[in-house]
C-alpha cells in the first residue's frame, strides 16, 4: 500500500518535470523562431544594402582602423581599375599618391574626433598609376556603444566635370574675342564712315558753290575717291562682323555638340 | 512537496537565486532567466539569447567546477530608465587557467566544444570574468531595445 503511494508521487513528480520540460522546449522553440526571424530580416536588409552599394556608379569601399581596405564595389572597380579581390585587405594607401597621405591622415583624425563625415576635391593613384580628381566623402562606421569599427568613403570621378569646365570656359573665351571684333566693326561703321561721310557732304557743298572750274573738278574728284574709301569700309565691316555672327554661331553650335558629347560620354561611364 | 533541494529558487526583492548541481538544474537556470528577463521587458528574441547564455554558463559550472556545483543570481536591473537583466553564475574552484584562451572561439582543450564562453558572451551584452584558485564568477548583462 506504501509502496504504491510512494509510486504515484513519484510519478506526480515526474509528470511535474516532464511539463517543465516540454514548457522549456515550447518556450525555446518559439525563441528559436523569433531569433531566424530576425535573423532572415537583418540578412535581406543586408543583401539590399549590398545591392545599393554594388549598383552604384560611384566607386564605394571601406576599410578597418588599421586603414585596410575590406570592401569594394563595382564603381570603385571601375575608377582604380583594381579588381575586388585584388583591393581587399591591402592598405588604402595604395590608392593615395605620396602628397596626399598627411590630407588623408588628417581626415581620418576627424572622423576618430567624432566628426560625422568629411569631404574634399583631391587626387588618387589608378592601377596604371595615372592620377585621377576625385570628389571624397568619408565616415566614420560606429559599433554599438558608438566604438569606431571602421571607415567608408564614396569616391565620385571628377574627370567628366573639369573637362566640361575647361570645354565651356575656351568657348567663352572665344565668344568674347567674337563679340570684341563685332563691337569694333560697329565703331568704324558709326565713327569713322561717319565722319568721313560728313566731309564728303562739306566738300560736295563747297564744290557747289564754287564758281573756280578746276577747283570744282578737283572737289569732284576727291569726294569720288571718299565714296570709294566708303564703299571699301563698308566691306570690310560688314565682312568683320557678318564673320563674327557666322562665328558665333558656329561656336554655339560647338558648344551643343561638345555638351552632347559630354552627355554621351557621361552615359558611357554610367554602364 | 517534492522540490529538491537543488532547485530550490529564492526570491529577494527582484532577485532570484538558482542553486546548480544537477542537470535538471539547467531546466531551473533557464525559466529563472526567461521570467525575469520577461518581467524586464526584454523582448522574444533577447529573452532566448539570455536564456542560451545562462544555460552554457551553467552547463559549464556542471562540466567544469569542483563537485560540479554552483550557482545563479538573476536580478532586474535599470542604468537612465532602459531596463535590463544581470546574472551572476558563481562556483567554488578551479577556476579557469587562461580566460583569454577560454573566449577564444574554436574547441576547448577538454575536448568538449568550446562555444560556452566565447559564444555566451556574444549573446549578451556585456560579460565578466572573475577567476581564481577559490572559484570563478561570470557576470552577464543583457538591456531592453
Known sequence: ?????????????????????????????????????????????????????QSSDD???????????DSWNAGAERLFSYPAGEAVGRPVDLLVPDEHRPELDAMLERLRDGERAVSCDTWRRRRDGSLVEVAITMSAM?????????YAAVLHDL??????????????????VLAARDRIARGIHDGAIQAIFAAGMRLQATATISRDAVMRERLEGVIRQLDVVIADLRSQVYGLSRAARVEVAQVDQEDHQLDQRHRREDGDDSR | ???????????????????????????????????????????????????????????NILRYATGSRGRMLAERIADDGRGGVRATFGDDGPGIDDVDA????????????GIGLPGSRRLVDEMEITTGGSGTTVVIVKWRR
Open chain 1, 159 to 176: 574627370t567628366g566635370r573639369r573637362r566640361a569646365e575647361a570645354d565651356l570656359a575656351a568657348a567663352q573665351a572665344a565668344r568674347e
Open chain 2, 1 to 59: 512537496m517534492a522540490s529538491s533541494a537543488a532547485g530550490v529558487r529564492d526570491q529577494t526583492g527582484t532577485a532570484v537565486a538558482v542553486a546548480i548541481a544537477s542537470e535538471a538544474d539547467l531546466i531551473h537556470v533557464r525559466q529563472a532567466l526567461r521570467a525575469e528577463a520577461g518581467r524586464a521587458g526584454l523582448g522574444l528574441v533577447d529573452q532566448t539569447k539570455l536564456v542560451t547564455a545562462g544555460s552554457e554558463l551553467a552547463l
Open chain 1, 1 to 53: 500500500m506504501e509502496a504504491v503511494s510512494r509510486a504515484t508521487a513519484e510519478l506526480a513528480t515526474s509528470r511535474e518535470e516532464v511539463d517543465r520540460l516540454r514548457r522549456e522546449l515550447e518556450d525555446t522553440n518559439r525563441g528559436l523562431i523569433a531569433l531566424y526571424a530576425e535573423l532572415e530580416m537583418a540578412r535581406e536588409a543586408e543583401a539590399r544594402l549590398a545591392a545599393i552599394v
Open chain 1, 59 to 69: 566607386a564605394m569601399c571601406s576599410m578597418t582602423t588599421e586603414r585596410i581596405l
Open chain 2, 102 to 113: 577560454a573566449l577564444v572561439d574554436g574547441f576547448s582543450t577538454a575536448g568538449c566544444a
Open chain 1, 142 to 150: 560606429r559599433g554599438p556603444r558608438g566604438r569606431l569599427i571602421g
